[in-house]
């Protein structure tokens, strides 16, 4: 997986009729920063509209690890679902924590997984360990 920043823009006018989408308040997302530049630009040089605001959003994307990093698949019962947690940081919005529950003759495997993987200015924490409730 791996973390993807977009932008929600809010757009408002008095008067619905003199918006283009007959609405006092439009809504949308832009996934580029010379999308968002030139949205912001036609608001500002628009003299119907009344303000606008625009934040970042941060988003996961991509598929979740189906295995840790000794080949044991997630997911099936509870026995081999991996024990989930959340690690804040300060380089990137976080990090989802995986910990693997597979159990054989030799004993547990263990792996810890972060993803997305941590780049070189990540400095990931978790406030707690992650607890097996068996």
């Known amino acids: 997986m791996r973390w993807e920043r977009r ?10 009729e003199h918006s283009p989408y007959a ?10 920063p010379a999308q968002l530049r030139l949205l912001v630009q036609a608001a500002r040089t628009d003299r119907l509209v009344t303000g606008y605001r625009y934040r970042s959003i941060d988003t996961m994307q991509g598929e979740a690890p189906e295995r840790c990093r000794h080949g044991h698949r997630y997911g ?9 947690g959340w690690a804040s940081c300060a380089a990137c919005p976080g990090h989802e924590i ?21 780049g070189s200015d990540c400095a990931p924490h978790r406030a707690g360990p992650l607890k097996d409730p068996r």
């Open 7 to 16: 932008w929600e823009v809010t757009v408002r006018w008095a008067r619905a």
């Open 76 to 84: 099936g019962g509870s026995a081999t679902r991996p024990l989930m």
């Open 23 to 32: 609405t006092t308040t439009w809504v949308t997302h832009v996934a580029t």
């Open 98 to 118: 995986y910990r693997c529950r597979w159990h054989d003759a030799t004993g547990q495997c263990g792996d810890v997984l972060f993803d997305p993987a941590p």
